[in-house]
């Protein structure tokens, strides 16, 4: 979708990029679930995979924010709609709090009556990219709750996962594990997506970008200074908010710093491609300057 949005040139004899993420989303979407909890994705595909009972919130938020960018690049009606299919699906099991928090999924053999509560940075990035697309794809309808939600999810994410510390003010960190040393391997890139997120959100609706900076370049500042870690001095920590390198070193570690720092080129890139047959729309300037809290009825 990415390539597609960036105008990458498709290789030789192969399917165009735009084709391979629309058999994608056909793909996910022929596995849309209403057997238990109303709807949804299951975590996993194969019944013996630990997980399969589990409708996870990254496995439908992946697919809400790839249905929005496509809703936005094609503008075609039937993405946007699966877009708002899942969100309003998300919303009635509560994996989307009324304050706009993003839990992490619901077992499904409960028939999704119970959600676990734990908060992820990606969970909450993925829909809020989603969300601005959505934004950007509605722009000229004569009503439109995709703004506010983004707005609101943006004031989530501050709350939730920036200043762990007085002294570490508009720092991202990952809040389930960081304290507690518990990160697991996939956690420690999970930073990575709400950078990247973050960052093209403000390119898509160029408003919240004074907000988004005033968190993303503190956090570049503090991503930056634990790389010096390793052997060579270059490997950077999971902690951002602790002085140099926090001994914590591998790929997760160096996506998430990668992803803070490269995010402030975001100005200086093409902005996003639409389909050739698409009618090019106006990027979004009505959304306000300023974080607020989130409005409780608009989910």
């Keep these: ?53 589990y409708k996870s919130t990254i496995t439908n938020a992946a697919y809400f924010q790839l249905a929005a960018r496509l809703a936005r690049y094609t503008g075609n009606a039937t993405y946007a709609t699966w877009a708002e299919t899942t969100w309003d699906w998300m919303t009635v099991i509560s994996l989307i709090g009324p304050n706009y928090n993003v839990y992490d999924g619901a077992d499904d053999l409960q028939n999704c009556s ?12 993925a829909l809020l990219y989603g969300s601005a697309a959505m934004t950007n794809f509605s722009i000229g309808a004569s009503s439109s709750p995709w703004e506010s939600r983004t707005q609101s999810l943006l004031y989530a994410a501050y709350g939730n996962f920036f200043s762990p510390f007085e002294n570490a003010t508009n720092v991202m ?15 420690f890139s999970f930073k990575a997506y709400l950078s990247r997120w973050m960052f093209a959100t403000a390119r898509m609706l160029p408003a919240l970008g004074p907000d988004i900076l005033s968190l993303m370049v503190p956090t570049a500042q503090a991503a930056v200074q634990t790389c010096v870690g390793g052997a060579k001095g270059t490997e950077c920590g999971s902690k951002w908010w602790y002085a140099g390198w926090d001994g914590s070193a591998g790929v ?6 990668l992803e803070a720092v490269q995010g402030l080129l975001l100005y200086t890139v093409r902005p996003l491609a639409l389909a050739p047959a698409t009618t090019a729309r106006r990027v979004g300037s009505r959304v306000r300057r300023h974080l607020h809290r989130p409005r409780q009825d608009s989910v």
């Design 114 to 125: 119970s959600v676990n509560q734990l908060q992820w940075t990606y969970n909450t990035a």
């Design 252 to 257: 997760g570690q160096q996506m998430s710093a």
């Design 1 to 53: 979708m990415a390539a597609a949005e960036h105008n990458f040139p498709s290789p030789p004899s192969s399917p165009s990029w735009i084709t391979l993420a629309t058999n994608v989303f056909n793909e996910v979407t022929s596995r849309w679930n209403t057997t238990q909890c109303g709807g949804g994705l299951k975590w996993q595909f194969y019944p013996e995979n630990k997980g399969f009972d």
């Design 173 to 187: 960190w990952e809040a389930a594990c960081e304290k507690a040393d518990t990160c697991n391997t996939d956690q």
